[in-house]
Every structure is written in structure tokens, then in C-alpha cells.
């Protein structure tokens, strides 16, 4: 079982106080949902997107359908007070939310942009009564883009259904039977989520996970060896967001000439950085037995000298500044690496992306674009 999260129930960033708290409870179901809804950071211990909200399905309405980080689809089953009781029994609990992961199992990317578009003209038209924030955008696609800062292609939708049982208190027996489902391969979950009201009457959500798992078991694997123009996608899409600030954009793909090159070169747009300067990638592992992220420089006889001035900074980070050359590999980082095996591991995707957003960085402060840190 995690640590106990606190939430505002208004204000869901701002840090809970600590002073005493009464605990209470929901009137109804529909307040936790709407709530819940409203505060989706509330409902899992990582970020989720809620697309959905009661769709339509054989099988009934599921109370909020969302995606996780990988465009895994998270059905959300809310029941008030304790799980495994009144309208809700041990056997329904659980079942409900497998027979709604049953029926989302075949969607595909359009099926599931015809859920959120109809949950758009929902929130908009009043019927859930919270804030158009939580549609950032009017496409599914961009809207994962948005709120998770990378793109997915549309057949990495929904390759798992994840079920998330939530009540005020989650029984022994509900909890075992989680576990024994996940033993037995679903990807189920269960958290408690109660509510404490303060002298003031502010109320404070306070959220805990009784049944968690590995979140391994639903990350994509890559099978294989990825293609160059898939990983250099990657990498660039993950380090996007550490450097989305200084470089402009609203996507990585407007700053890189070609994800498909045999080195993808990214420039960025801030006004003081120079345009002679780029940031390319070079992933060739069984050719070259390499992967290399650079600085180049394209005919701005200043920009090498300023890079050179400023060598200590690059270096003191762990990158290879060059002396001789003035145009291509000017700063340079090396991975030697003779076959696409470690590129299947996402500590060494990260590790290369944090490296090629350190050099941007870096970068910026050099030439003045930025504060140094």
C-alpha cells in the first residue's frame, strides 16, 4: 500500500495545510464522480487524461474512461462508502469494470476520438459541470500531446485496458480479489478516496492505493529492432519537454527537419540563439556502433569561437568540445553501443534524451538566450 495523498478539493494544486480535519463522507456517487472527475490528478498515482465520461457501452456506462502515458485506456469504477456493498456487491465491483474493459478492448484510435469528441459537446453544451480545461484540444492525438508532451502513433492506442476500482474504503475482500485478477493477468487496481472538511469548510481529498502494480506490466515493449525513424522520434519527443521553453514550438516536429534522416537535426527558435546552430542525432548502433548527439555549426566562424570560449561549461557536463572542427560535431556526446539491444531499454532512451536536452540547454545559456542555471 502507497503513502496517502492530499488534494484541495477546490484548489487541487495548492498545498494542504497542516490543521485538523474531520473526516466525512460523499453525499452520493455523483459527487464523488464529479469531484473525481474535476481532480482527475486525484485518481491515480501518476498523471491519467479523462476522455470519457458515462459513454454508452453493451455492457452499461463506465463512470470515467481515461488514457495513461503510454495510451493505455483506464476505466474508472466509483462507488461511495465501502466497495463490495449496497448496490455494488463483491461480485459486481468487479466485474463491472471487466466487462467495460471487455467491451473497449477493440476500439482503435477513431473509436476512441468519437468518445471524446462526444464528451467535448458534454462539458461544453453543461452537462458535466467542469472546466473546459480538461479538453485541451479538439483531437484526441493533440489532446495526449498536450497534456503527456509526446505523440503516439494511432495503432499505439489502447494496446492494454486498465481498471481502476475506487470507493471510500476498499474492503479485505475486494483487495484480495484484485489481487488474485492480477495474478491471473488483468490490469486492475484498487484506491481508496475520502474526504476530511476543515473548520473553515474547506474539504481535502485524501487518496491512497491499497492494490497497486508494476506500471512495467502495461508499458509498450519493443519487440525487435525499432526503426531509425522511430527512435529518433522518441528520444527527441522526450526531451522536447525539457526544452520546449527555450526553444519554441508547439510540437518537436515543427524544429526537426526529419525524424526519417540519417541525422535529424533540431534548431531552435528563440530569437537569441543563432541560427547556424543545430542539434543533430546520430543513432546508427550496428553500422557505426554508436549513438552520438552534437552541436553543429553551420558556417558562423563566432558561434564556434564562442562555443570554444565556453568549452569549461560543456565539459564540466560531460560533453567532448572540439578544438579542430568548425562545422559538424563542434560538442559531441558518444554512447558506443554495437547493436539496437540497449535501445530497447527506456532508462537508456531517457538517459539519451536528458543528455541531447542538456546540450540545448547549455546551449542557450552560452549564447545568452537563457539564464545560466
Excluded at 78 to 104: D, F, M, V, W
Excluded at 121 to 148: M, N, T, Y
Amino acid at each position: 500500500m502507497r503513502g496517502v495523498r492530499l488534494f484541495d478539493v477546490d484548489e487541487t494544486t495548492k498545498p494542504v495545510e497542516a490543521e485538523p480535519r474531520e473526516r466525512t463522507h460523499f453525499e452520493t456517487e455523483f459527487e464523488l464522480e464529479q469531484i473525481l472527475h474535476a481532480a482527475p490528478e486525484a485518481l491515480l498515482d501518476e498523471r491519467v487524461f479523462i476522455f470519457s465520461r458515462q459513454p454508452s457501452l453493451d455492457p452499461g456506462l463506465p463512470d470515467l474512461v481515461g488514457l495513461d502515458q503510454y495510451g493505455n485506456v483506464a476505466v474508472f469504477e466509483l462507488k461511495k462508502g465501502l466497495s463490495g456493498t449496497g448496490s455494488a456487491s463483491e461480485e459486481t465491483i468487479l466485474s463491472q469494470p471487466q466487462n467495460y474493459a471487455r467491451a473497449l478492448g477493440p476500439f482503435n484510435y477513431e473509436d476512441l476520438n468519437h468518445l471524446y469528441h462526444e464528451y467535448q459537446q458534454q462539458i461544453r453544451s453543461g452537462e458535466w459541470d467542469v472546466a473546459e480545461s480538461l479538453i485541451p484540444a479538439e483531437s484526441l492525438d493533440d489532446a495526449f500531446e498536450a497534456v503527456f508532451g509526446r505523440v503516439l502513433k494511432p495503432e499505439d492506442y489502447n494496446q492494454h485496458q486498465r481498471m481502476v476500482i475506487v470507493a471510500e474504503t476498499i474492503t479485505g475482500q475486494t483487495a484480495e480479489n484484485a489481487r488474485y485478477l492480477q495474478d491471473q493477468g488483468l490490469y486492475i487496481q484498487a484506491q481508496e478516496v475520502q474526504l476530511f472538511e476543515a473548520s473553515d469548510g474547506s474539504e481535502t481529498l485524501a487518496t491512497t492505493v491499497v492494490v497497486d502494480y508494476d506500471d512495467r506490466r502495461v508499458r509498450p515493449s519493443r519487440v525487435g529492432n525499432p526503426t531509425y525513424d522511430e527512435v529518433n522520434r522518441e528520444i527527441f519527443e522526450r526531451a522536447y519537454p525539457q526544452i520546449q521553453s527555450l526553444v519554441g514550438g508547439s510540437k518537436v516536429g515543427q524544429l526537426v527537419n526529419s525524424f526519417d534522416n540519417r541525422e535529424p537535426r533540431l534548431r531552435s527558435q528563440h530569437p537569441d540563439h543563432p541560427e547556424a546552430v543545430e542539434f543533430s542525432l546520430r543513432v546508427k548502433p550496428r553500422t557505426g556502433g554508436q549513438v552520438r548527439v552534437t552541436l553543429d555549426v553551420d558556417d558562423d566562424e563566432d558561434a564556434v569561437e564562442m562555443v570554444r570560449e565556453h568549452a569549461s561549461r560543456f565539459e564540466e557536463n560531460g560533453f567532448e568540445v572540439s578544438h579542430t572542427r568548425s562545422r559538424y560535431r563542434v560538442v559531441m556526446f558518444t554512447w558506443e553501443m554495437e547493436s539496437f539491444e540497449p535501445l530497447n531499454q527506456e532508462e537508456v532512451l531517457d538517459e539519451i534524451a536528458e543528455t541531447l536536452a542538456r546540450l540545448v540547454t547549455i546551449s542557450h545559456e552560452v549564447f545568452g538566450a537563457t539564464e545560466p542555471a
